[in-house]
């Protein structure tokens, strides 16, 4: 027998934790308290994963996005310390503006995989991507990374038998983004912007048909490498790139001897097929239902991906709980 094995009912241990991440998470909706929310959802994330039967190390962790450190760095140790050496990506909120503010699409996601099968670019924070869905997998080849927005567009609606006037681009609303709207809008696509939540984006658009047929642009590292961990596991395709934001980034990149150029596809990002991804909505989305409170208790809506058997679950749970007791 395999004791590195990934046993089938881990994606079940992963769900928990993420529900219960969300139902912390969803207390702070709409309070407009960014660091207070993301540092609540820390840790009820490391404390759910520290009851899953795993020697989890996290690879890309969560030091970036508040500048300060957490039990979920990068190079941490998660889980019990008993079971499969794995690696672990992990975001207890992606889209924690969309939290404090109140709007839609906000996950808590957590990505497995067995130890040294996810690529760990450190110190890199930003990477381009373009992700789609089964339907358009063996259309996305690497040259469409170079290729003017318009080229990789026909393409891909060639490959979904559709207009390219009828293809639906998600892209992060952000300043650098400005030319390649404006390449896709030319190009007679419509664009989809996205104000937060970079690996629920490519979520939706590694699911056909819920609206979406392509995610285009540049977002986080650690939001790239989960993404991948949900793209494989439903059959889809991505291709990502180092992407750096600054001279300081790119310099700290160049001495760590990591390869600008290099592009990467969903194999070289996650190695490996064991792969389990969890995911559960804190605010409304295309996909997944946000957490409903009704005073002792709470229901929650997951998704569960296992990549080996390509089996999608969504799951609905009811949680009887006080407004101050998460644990079940």
């Not at 190390?57 to 794995?86: F, N």
């Not at 567009?153 to 992060?172: H, P, T």
Request: with cysteine.
């Amino acid at each position: 027998m395999d004791n590195n094995r990934l046993a089938p009912n881990l994606g079940l241990d992963l769900i928990r934790a993420t529900e219960k991440t969300a139902l912390r998470a969803g207390r702070w909706l709409g309070l407009g308290q960014y660091e207070e929310t993301h540092r609540t959802a820390t840790e009820a994330m490391f404390n759910g994963l520290q009851h899953i039967n795993m020697d989890g190390r996290i690879v890309i962790g969560e030091e970036g996005r508040l500048g300060e450190h957490s039990p979920l760095d990068s190079g941490k140790s998660v889980g019990t310390g008993r079971g499969p050496k794995v690696d672990v990506v992990v975001d207890p909120i992606d889209g924690t503006r969309s939290v404090t503010q109140g709007r839609p699409g906000a996950i808590s996601v957590v990505g497995v995989a067995p130890q040294g099968s996810m690529w760990a670019p450190t110190p890199a924070v930003y990477m381009d991507k373009i992700v789609v869905d089964y339907e358009a997998a063996q259309a996305l080849v690497p040259e469409c990374m170079d290729a003017p927005a318009a080229w990789t567009l026909a393409l891909i609606a060639r490959a979904k038998k559709k207009a390219v006037r009828d293809l639906q681009v998600i892209v992060l609303d952000r300043p650098r983004h400005q030319d390649l709207i404006d390449e896709i809008r030319t190009a007679g696509a419509r664009v989809l912007l996205n104000a937060d939540g970079d690996t629920a984006g490519a979520l939706i658009a590694a699911t056909a048909h819920v609206g979406a047929d392509i995610l285009m642009g540049i977002g986080g590292v650690p939001e790239g490498v989960t993404a991948a961990c949900a793209v494989k596991a439903m059959g889809g395709a991505m291709l990502g790139r180092l992407a750096p934001q600054s001279q300081e980034e790119k310099e700290a990149i160049e001495g760590a001897g990591l390869d600008l150029d290099k592009i990467l596809t969903c194999n070289e990002l996650v190695s490996s097929d064991q792969i389990f991804f969890a995911a559960t909505g804190i605010t409304h989305g295309p996909l997944l239902d946000g957490v409903r409170y009704r005073g002792h208790e709470a229901s929650t809506h997951s998704l569960l991906i296992r990549c080996e058997t390509k089996v999608r679950r969504m799951i609905q749970a009811e949680h009887s709980i006080e407004w101050y007791q998460f644990d079940e």
